[in-house]
């Protein structure tokens, strides 16, 4: 009998280094367009906002832009004209250098991120020193097929002391012709003397009515009160309005919702349901996004308690008359306090991997606690 033929499985091609379009960030792409056009290339761009909201997928545009910049041939300065710079950063899959840089193999290309510990099998926590001092190993290199070398640290909020020291260094002396796109999520945490060495571009967060046209156009065929719950609690972040939809982000927060609005007495089953749900294995995202929803409710209800205002719309049933009781029950700053003790533990389920049912039922009973 013939063995069966190896099946080789095709590559994911998602995510920001394969994405194509980027929403509701013109002005920032003109920026960097209006620089480039002037001859006046910032060597180093910190790219901030907030989680999801296209850094990414911005600096990946910035660097298959440089990439296809062609080679001058000698002589160019006397005779050549430089090509006009396009109107926008745009290039579809099809081209070779998109193909290229998002699967990391062109020749003047780096990614800089959180690789894996040989020895464990498991991700870092943090952007070693060895891997910065590789990619300066790079960018002392001379460009092999296109003017230009680009790095993206994705991201460096992620650089622990040493590895920031030694980025520091080339952000200090930085070599010709090359850029460095740094992304964050926290600017204000990273080392003053690394922002002060960088041009900074703030991508905002998407208007409500955009980031809901933008996942209408993604999944039509999905509910309009789904796609306004995902639009609510994603903050202006598109990628997080993503993830709350391929990833029942939804369903999830309609469970947690219908735990909650039976608070002070909690619903016990709905609690032990939903938590061994979190629990279970290959489940740690679906974890980490529960602790996610629970937090952003919390600050919603905070924000309201502190502003007095009422929801416009609920994202649950009984949100409203919860939020009303939670307020009577309570001061804000004793709701502030538990929330930290929670988020605490939701820490250390994460660092020292604790068992994640009985973190999720000890924080509901914690809420529960308050009522009695």
């Keep these: 009998m013939p063995p069966k033929p190896k099946v080789v499985e095709a590559p994911v091609e998602t995510g920001p280094a394969w994405t194509e379009r980027l929403v509701g960030h013109e ?25 999801g909201v296209g850094k990414a997928t911005f600096a990946y545009r910035i660097a298959r832009f440089l990439m296809a910049r062609p080679m001058q041939a000698e002589g160019g300065l006397f005779g050549e004209v430089a090509p006009a710079t396009p109107p926008t950063l745009e290039m579809t899959r099809d081209h070779h250098v998109f193909r290229q840089v998002a699967q990391q193999g062109h020749p003047d290309f780096r990614l800089l991120c959180r690789t894996v510990n040989p020895k464990s099998g498991k991700l870092r926590t943090e952007i070693i020193v060895e891997d910065v001092r590789q990619v300066i190993d790079f960018l002392h290199l001379k460009p092999a097929v296109c003017p230009w070398r680009a790095v993206i640290v994705d991201c460096a909020d992620e650089l622990n002391d040493s590895s920031a020291n030694a980025l520091l260094k080339i952000l200090e002396e930085p070599r010709p012709n090359t850029v460095i796109l740094l992304l964050s999520h926290a600017p204000q945490a990273l080392l003053p003397t690394i922002r002060s060495r960088c041009r900074k571009l703030v991508l905002q967060p998407l208007p409500h009515d955009l980031a809901a046209a933008e996942l209408a156009a993604r999944y039509p065929d999905m509910k309009a009160q789904d796609r306004e719950l995902a639009v609510a609690t994603a903050g202006g972040s598109l990628g997080q309005a993503i993830r709350m939809t391929e990833q029942g982000g939804i369903g999830l927060l309609r469970e947690i919702g219908a735990l909650l609005a039976s608070w002070p007495k909690l619903d016990a089953a709905l609690l032990h349901r939903l938590g061994d749900k979190l629990a279970g294995r290959d489940q740690g995202a679906q974890f980490d996004l529960a602790v996610e929803l629970l937090g952003w409710w919390f600050a919603r209800m905070a924000r309201m308690a502190a502003t007095g205002e009422t929801p416009g719309s609920q994202l649950f049933e009984g949100e409203t008359a919860l939020i009303a009781r939670m307020q009577a029950a309570a001061s804000l700053d004793r709701w502030l306090a538990l929330w930290e003790k929670v988020s605490r533990l939701f820490d250390r389920v994460r660092s020292v991997n604790l068992d994640r049912k009985q973190a999720w039922v000890a924080a509901f009973l914690a809420i529960e606690g308050i009522g009695r």
């Design 27 to 51: 002005a920032a792409e003109q920026a960097f367009l209006k620089a480039f056009a002037a001859g006046r290339l910032p060597h180093a761009w910190l790219i901030s906002g907030p989680r």
